[in-house]
């Protein structure tokens, strides 16, 4: 392949979809990084060559000129989809489509679209895969919190380049919206909410800021302070994402019915569980888990299939809770 064509396929990979853009310049700038040194007067003059062979966009009233690919336009940019491929962006159109908003879908449409008609041109059973799968998330399956598409640009934006950025925020504490700076460090997708975590300006410790209750959003070109010994695996395994009513670990141990809590065998609740069998009705376990809202709603929604032997004074808080919970109910019949 000649040099001006290798050059050719480097340049159109560098324009993004419409609304994004780049100018000719930036372009001239990345294309020094991948060795090609052209002019801009040569960069336009290709673009507007590419342009009658390739659904490209040109904003004439910026200066330098901006370019863009259409929003719609198909990428059949060899190498085309396999049929495997196609299956993989037919399936991650089914489990994302629940939870990013569409603005932010529509970036991929034309991946799904051409992934879509591949699977319907090809005499293969895998192209009827996607009739045969769903994705069904667990609980109550409420609608989720629109998420605005420019907020979530401009957070996705800033992560990837470790910039800071300005939100127009509101938390359920604060009596009105504030304008809040904010170091991001991660996204963290739990159903039904979108979370950035990261610090605020002038506030001590590591957020969790909902994205939904965020109206506006920009990137501040300024790098982010990240704690060195930051990890946000280690940060989800801390137990920080259920509500946290403490610091401290908790020890539990519980006796659990079968066959009713045998997917705890399968998906432990923690790295260090121990399991061991009692009989063919019940099994035995213990494990560190992080002292949460999130286990307490669980152990009271399980209270029928599982006596906690440890810690005592957890036991103690969830019969309490399930008194309550039973005196409110009989509460409501004698009404």
């Known amino acids: 392949m000649s040099n001006t064509a290798v050059r050719y396929l480097t340049m159109l990979r560098m324009v993004p979809r419409y609304p994004r853009s780049i100018t000719t310049t930036e372009l001239a700038s990345r294309l020094e990084e991948q060795g090609f040194s052209v002019t801009m007067r040569s960069i336009q003059r290709d673009l507007e060559k590419l342009s009658a062979d390739f659904p490209l966009l040109v904003d004439e009233n910026s200066r330098p000129y901006r370019w863009s690919f259409d929003r719609n336009a198909t990428m059949d940019i060899i190498p085309a989809l396999d049929l495997p491929a196609a299956l993989t962006f037919e399936l991650a159109k089914a489990y994302l489509s629940p939870m990013l908003p569409p603005r932010a879908l529509s970036h991929l449409k034309p991946h799904f679209d051409e992934a879509h008609r591949t699977l319907l041109s090809e005499k293969n059973p895998l192209g009827q895969w996607p009739d045969r799968v769903r994705v069904i998330n667990r609980g109550l399956g409420g609608a989720r919190p629109p998420v605005d598409a420019d907020v979530l640009e401009a957070v996705t934006e800033a992560l990837l380049r470790e910039y800071q950025c300005k939100l127009t925020y509101q938390a359920r504490s604060w009596p009105e919206p504030e304008e809040i700076v904010v170091h991001p460090f991660g996204l963290i997708f739990r159903d039904p909410n979108v979370y950035l975590i990261g610090t605020i300006d002038g506030r001590e410790g590591v957020r969790q800021l909902v994205l939904h209750r965020a109206t506006a959003g920009e990137v501040v070109e300024e790098l982010i302070e990240r704690p060195e010994d930051f990890d946000l695996d280690l940060y989800i395994h801390s137990g920080a994402m259920g509500i946290l009513k403490s610091d401290e670990p908790v020890y539990l141990k519980l006796r659990c019915d079968k066959p009713v809590l045998n997917h705890l065998i399968e998906s432990p609740l923690g790295f260090d569980q121990i399991t061991t069998e009692i009989d063919d009705k019940a099994f035995e376990m213990a494990v560190t888990v992080g002292d949460t809202q999130d286990l307490r709603w669980w152990l009271t929604a399980q209270a029928v299939h599982c006596d906690i032997l440890e810690p005592a004074w ?22």
């Open 314 to 335: 957890l036991r103690d808080e969830i019969e309490d809770t399930l008194k309550q919970g039973l005196k409110r109910t009989r509460q409501a019949k004698s009404c």
